[in-house]
């Protein structure tokens, strides 16, 4: 099918149509042309996608402001829609943290759309450019700001959807002919938000790694140092990457291939006190020093994750090989990252994914922040669950009724690192568990692939899944469902290999008779 090129005269606001949006008034639109521009998007932070050269493209790009009835908030969708080359096809992105988009990651992937000839968008869900909620959590002193909290959450996607759809239909006299919607991480959850709550919004959805459980998780994620606390003892940074470096070598091999990466985390028995007294150049001193028990207690204490006072389970931790401080992979805050000073004098340093959350939401007093500090088991435990209770209707994000989404024809694709440090693949695991028990047919419309070696969207040892995004067109477009998606990434020693995922909960078993650990052809799912 044949799609039209518009001139650059029609990037002009006098021309373009206002988008229709019910309960809300657009108030303004703006429209400026772009030319020749070019740029190379990596696959390392467009990740759902390989990595994409655009050269002298030409776009229009458009954002409309609108506010909702009675809402008193002001929110901008950006479209770039091309001059010429379209493709017929809408693909919006996602956001990432405390950003529902108009960010460097969410340019990252409309750079990368733009270079493949989508139109594309993003929303800023109405918190303008701030990266962290202290500018718009609260109205006032322990009263959230619900509207923007909502808006952030889920309201804002569906309406990027609708008023992006109309921008194309105005622009080129016709209806895009099939929409997606790319994210990861923030993005992730807000894939999985829309297929959710918003199922006609988009034809596919790649939502990977995704934020949910963001109650239970944020609280987890200081798990690690008030475990330092509560012991009063704090191992440096290089004890916890010793004991990750350890992990990697003694459960690299599980799988009958030694690559540097561990395969099946859930398959290795890894005892992290046996490797207290074990000596080791730590990088932060220059000098040789023993693991002592404490990081092997906290290294343990965050693989399993948190427990209450009463030593029942809360929520999940990071997998055995994911990395613990952050330094690793440099991908995110690890979960168990301390900072020494000269002195030798250690502290847990504080989680900005717990902080900004208990202070603002939970607290709701922005004089409390480092409220970590100082919490004792059973404050913890109520903390915890005060944030399921408040937030998990708006924030979780996890509902696992997709009947909707799969009724109306809607396909989506899940990658989730099993390394990963920040968002706890186990989480993702339940969920898609619970989707299965309510819709057994889900692989009829929605395949989660866990990837070796991951780290947080993208980053550490294992293969990333580049085609994830493509994997899903196709399966909207043409039929074809995804039975593996292919990665590829060099050993330890420097050589390429190629492999697969399999779905979830299918694992990519090597077949040792092949003789060949670095060739596809030898690896099966099982």
């Not at 500090?373 to 669950?385: A, F, N, P, Q, W």
């Not at 969207?457 to 995004?469: A, D, E, N």
């Not at 039929?479 to 050589?495: E, K, M, Y």
């Amino acid at each position: 099918m044949a799609y039209p090129s518009v001139p650059l005269s029609s990037c002009n606001a006098s021309l373009i149509p206002f988008p229709t949006l019910p309960n809300a008034t657009i108030t303004s639109l703006l429209a400026s042309p772009i030319t020749n521009y070019s740029t190379v998007i990596t696959s390392a932070g467009n990740f759902n996608h390989p990595t994409i050269a655009i050269t002298n493209a030409s776009f229009c790009n458009i954002t409309v402001t609108y506010t909702h009835t009675d809402h008193n908030d002001s929110i901008n969708v950006e479209s770039w829609l091309p001059l010429s080359n379209w493709n017929g096809r809408l693909q919006a992105t996602g956001g990432s943290g405390w950003t529902a988009g108009r960010w460097i990651p969410s340019y990252w992937t409309m750079e990368g759309a733009i270079g493949e000839g989508y139109a594309t968008s993003t929303t800023d869900a109405g918190l303008g450019y701030a990266l962290y909620p202290d500018v718009w959590a609260l109205t006032s002193l322990e009263n959230v700001n619900a509207n923007l909290l909502e808006d952030f959450a889920s309201v804002s996607l569906n309406d990027q959807a609708i008023i992006a759809k109309d921008l194309i239909e105005g622009f080129y006299g016709q209806k895009a002919e099939y929409s997606y919607f790319s994210g990861c991480s923030g993005g992730g959850r807000q894939g999985l938000v829309l297929a959710q709550k918003y199922p006609d919004a988009y034809d596919g959805i790649a939502a990977s790694s995704p934020a949910i459980d963001q109650p239970e998780f944020r609280i987890a994620s200081a798990w690690a140092g008030l475990v330092m606390e509560w012991m009063g003892e704090v191992p440096w940074p290089c004890e916890f990457d010793f004991v990750t470096d350890k992990s990697v070598e003694v459960c690299d091999g599980v799988d009958g291939v030694v690559d540097g990466v561990i395969a099946d985390p859930y398959a290795c028995n890894f005892d992290p006190f046996a490797l207290v007294g074990n000596e080791f150049n730590c990088s932060q001193t220059g000098k040789t020093m023993q693991l002592s028990k404490a990081a092997a207690i906290v290294a343990n204490a965050t693989w399993t994750g948190p427990s209450s006072s009463d030593g029942e389970f809360l929520w999940y931790g990071p997998n055995v090989g994911a990395d613990l401080t952050g330094d690793i992979y440099e991908n995110g805050q690890g979960w168990a990252q301390t900072s020494c000073s000269a002195n030798a004098t250690c502290v847990p340093v504080q989680q900005i994914l717990f902080e900004y959350w208990v202070t603002y939401f939970i607290e709701k007093n922005a004089t409390l922040f480092n409220s970590s500090l100082g919490l004792s088991h059973k404050e913890y435990d109520d903390i915890l669950r005060a944030s399921s209770q408040q937030y998990d209707s708006i924030f979780g994000s996890s509902d696992p009724d997709l009947s909707q989404f799969r009724d109306a024809g809607g396909k989506m694709i899940t990658y989730h690192g099993l390394a990963d440090g920040t968002v706890p693949t186990r989480g993702m695991q339940r969920y898609y568990d619970d989707v299965s028990s309510i819709t057994p047919d889900v692989h009829d419309f929605y395949r989660f692939f866990e990837a070796p070696g991951i780290a947080h969207c993208s980053g550490g040892p294992g293969g990333q899944p580049i085609t994830t995004f493509d994997a899903m067109r196709a399966w909207v477009e043409n039929g074809i469902a995804p039975d593996t998606l292919p990665v590829a990434f060099n050993d330890t020693a420097g050589t390429l290999n190629e492999r697969f995922l399999c779905p979830y909960p299918t694992r990519t078993l090597y077949n040792a008779t092949c003789g060949d650990g670095t060739i596809a052809e030898c690896f099966f799912c099982d």
